[in-house]
């Protein structure tokens, strides 16, 4: 452990200045970088939760080393970890393609919360890490995620289009970039008092085919109404 934190390692009046001061910043850094990407629970949420956390802690030590209660120091912090559940959760939506969205912004308010525990209890140098690791995976390794999501094997694609020669000119294109077609579902979509014929495509890309290229010239094509990789 570093030495210069260890004077305020016990429960005062500056370190509980200090671990609150620690929450605040390393939250807001964290919601700041969601906000940047526009999600639901952004910096203020992030600051929030972190800042609850850090005073859950403190105020387990404080009831049992100040005032001498009779409790588990780590009981109020269980709480904590499963409780903030209910805010991940509504953070995660189902779209009615069935995609998936939020995981990462539920995930993150989590950590959040974990590391206002770690700050809480003065355990300052895992918050700090804790928050360094947390922005390594959020800015740099959403890149790395990103490139090797251009130029995976296999998509799922759904579109919507006007009429039957929209499909017949989409399978033509799909032939000339060498993109195999394992498998197609046509339904049919209502929306706005207009209907759609609809169409999901599992697809193998070539290794010279990327998925934004790909969906590119799609939906470039004539009669499309849009198009989306699932």
């Not at 995930?107 to 525990?117: D, P, V």
């Not at 809480?120 to 490139?147: D, N």
């Amino acid at each position: 452990m570093l030495s210069v934190f260890d004077g305020l390692r016990s429960v005062t009046t500056l370190s509980v200045f200090v671990r609150l001061a620690c929450a605040f910043i390393c939250g807001g850094i964290i919601g700041i970088e969601r906000s940047y990407k526009r999600r639901p629970a952004g910096f203020r949420t992030h600051i929030l939760i972190c800042i609850g956390a850090a005073i859950t802690t403190l105020t387990s030590q404080y009831l049992y080393l100040n005032m001498h209660y009779f409790t588990d120091m780590a009981r109020l912090g269980a709480q904590v970890v499963a409780g903030i559940g209910f805010i991940g959760a509504g953070t995660i939506i189902v779209t009615k393609r069935q995609n998936v969205k939020g995981l990462t912004t539920a995930a993150g308010l989590w950590t959040s919360a974990i590391i206002g525990l770690a700050f809480g209890g003065g355990f300052y140098e895992g918050g700090i890490l804790a928050t360094g690791f947390i922005m390594l995976a959020e800015q740099v390794f959403s890149r790395l995620e990103y490139r090797v999501l251009e130029h995976v094997p296999e998509i799922n694609v759904y579109m919507e289009y006007e009429d039957k020669t929209c499909l017949d000119d989409v399978l033509q294109l799909y032939r000339r970039c060498d993109v195999k077609v394992l498998n197609i579902q046509i339904t049919r979509a209502a929306e706005n008092g207009e209907h759609n014929a609809c169409a999901i495509f599992t697809l193998r890309l070539p290794r010279s085919c990327t998925v934004n290229r790909l969906m590119t010239l799609v939906g470039e094509r004539k009669g499309i109404v849009s198009v989306e990789e699932l």
